[in-house]
């Protein structure tokens, strides 16, 4: 079952388990989740438990007793609980009506979130091999999704590939110029007082960007896996129960999050991967709202993760199949045709142009930049070949520019033929062009320090005649304006403004309520 965030997969195994004879077990990956899934199904009158390591002695005895007994209509269990031989042979001794496993694509080697406790799932079939399983994800490629029907054992099963469009969500990508500030215009115009998610790549990232939003007067709270337990199980009850709450978080944050109001997610980091990007922000509006995905992407996300590939455990294949995912994602980022349609292609599906992205709203230019890529090439050529020397993108823009800093002159690179014959651009422009290079693989970045060194397509454009169309980032008008007059996504559409304050007391009431009953406001 491959159907979107918020698209209704929970129904699709909760229904045949409460059908069914007999209890049915749900594989999980969540386990920071386990309690308020079991808790939202209990208050819906479903008898439902969980088996995990959050749970003491005792509280793990009487979950199991009401499944030996037949009283769970649900049983959650983590893939590294299932992998024990006590659980194995606790499920032998009752009546298990069907194994659901969710985030399936965790399965795969392929995937954005592989767990290798998933892999021990392809002996389901084997050990019981007449109770019927159902594996479910929001994000899974054609290849991801042959890899989890083979590892499952699903290659005969009835497949069912919903269509990956969430046309309430708008996307928008812009170059990074002070990211956060970014954020604040973001927030401060266009979602004030709303509940969202904003994503960085480090634990510090976090902690810094939650504490700028707090003095700027935005309830926000730190999410990530350096907290101590108790710290991230109260920021997250508080994201699903409470309103206009934002969580700024690593992307260990979100996984099965039930929140129908969320209604932004921001990236100040470039993810790894399609799969990752658009798991996170299908987390937006999932009421059917509008919502906005928004990234801010520059040079550094670029080198960066181009360095953490290279550094990265695992064999050869393993880094080639990093790079494809980062490829994949680097297109999207500089394509000038709708990201919605991009999107949509990478996991296999047409689209036309929605009209609700960024590059639809405000269509940008592309240019010639045929010489400048040969300048930027030929200044790294020159380095190698007459210097025997590499240097990264400071160096190298200070370069073409003929600026005289104090390592241009320690390394005389103002004798270089090169020097200077890019004043024509600026820095902010020059790092547009090494970054699209090598999201093209026309450059790439080496060694520890970051430094730019030539590909085997770098020769196409230096010696063979290939041009090089560049994207010109649109100067586009602040959003906040237009946003003042725009009523927030939370009233109804239609909404007379008589009714406004009657809302807003109801919503109240409803957020209040669901606090004393412990449960998210839905």
Known sequence: MLMPTGGGKSLCYQIPALAREGTGVVISPLIALMQDQVDALRALGVNA?????????????????????????????????????????????GHVALFAIDEAHCVSQWGHDFRPDYLALSE?????????RIALTATATRATHAEISSRLGLDDALHHVASFDRPNIQYRIEPKNEPRKQLLQLLRGEHDGDAGIVYCLSRKSVEETAELLVRNGIDAVPYHAGLDSGTRERHQARFLREDGLVVVATIAFGMGIDKPDVRFVAHLDLPKSVEGYYQETGRAG??????????AYGLQDVMQQRKMIQSSEGDQAHRRTLATHLDAMLALCETVEC?????????????????????????PESWDGTVPAQKL?????????????????GQIIDI???????????????????????SDLGD??????????????????????????????????????????????????????????????SRAADLPDEAVPTFEHLRAWRSNTAKDQASPPT
Do not use: M
């Open 377 to 393: 090439l030929s200044t790294v050529v020159r380095l190698k070949r007459e210097r025997n020397q590499k240097f990264g993108a």
């Open 428 to 489: 902010t422009e020059w790092r547009g062009v090494i970054r699209q290079l090598l999201a093209a693989g026309l450059l790439a970045v080496e060694g520890e320090y970051g430094t730019l060194v030539t590909t085997p397509a770098s020769d196409e454009v230096l010696y063979q005649g290939r041009t090089v169309r560049l994207r010109t980032e649109p100067k586009r008008a602040t959003r906040a304006a237009a946003a003042k007059d725009k009523k927030p996504a």
């Open 400 to 422: 073409l520019r003929g600026k005289t800093t104090t390592k241009i002159t320690q390394y005389r690179h103002d004798e270089l033929s090169v020097f200077g014959v890019g």
């Open 339 to 363: 990201r919605r349609v991009q999107l949509l292609a990478y996991f296999g599906q047409d689209g036309e142009p929605c009209g609700n992205c960024d590059t639809c709203l405000a269509p």
């Open 286 to 295: 999932r009421d059917g709202l509008p919502s906005t995905a928004w990234l």
């Open 124 to 132: 389901l079939h084997e050990r019981w091999p007449d109770v019927p």
């Open 49 to 93: 438990g969980f088996l995990n390591s959050t749970q003491n002695p005792d509280e793990r005895r009487l979950t199991e007793a009401e499944f030996l007994e037949g009283r769970l209509d649900l049983l959650y269990l983590a893939p590294e609980r299932l992998n024990l031989d006590s659980t194995r042979q606790l499920l032998d001794r």
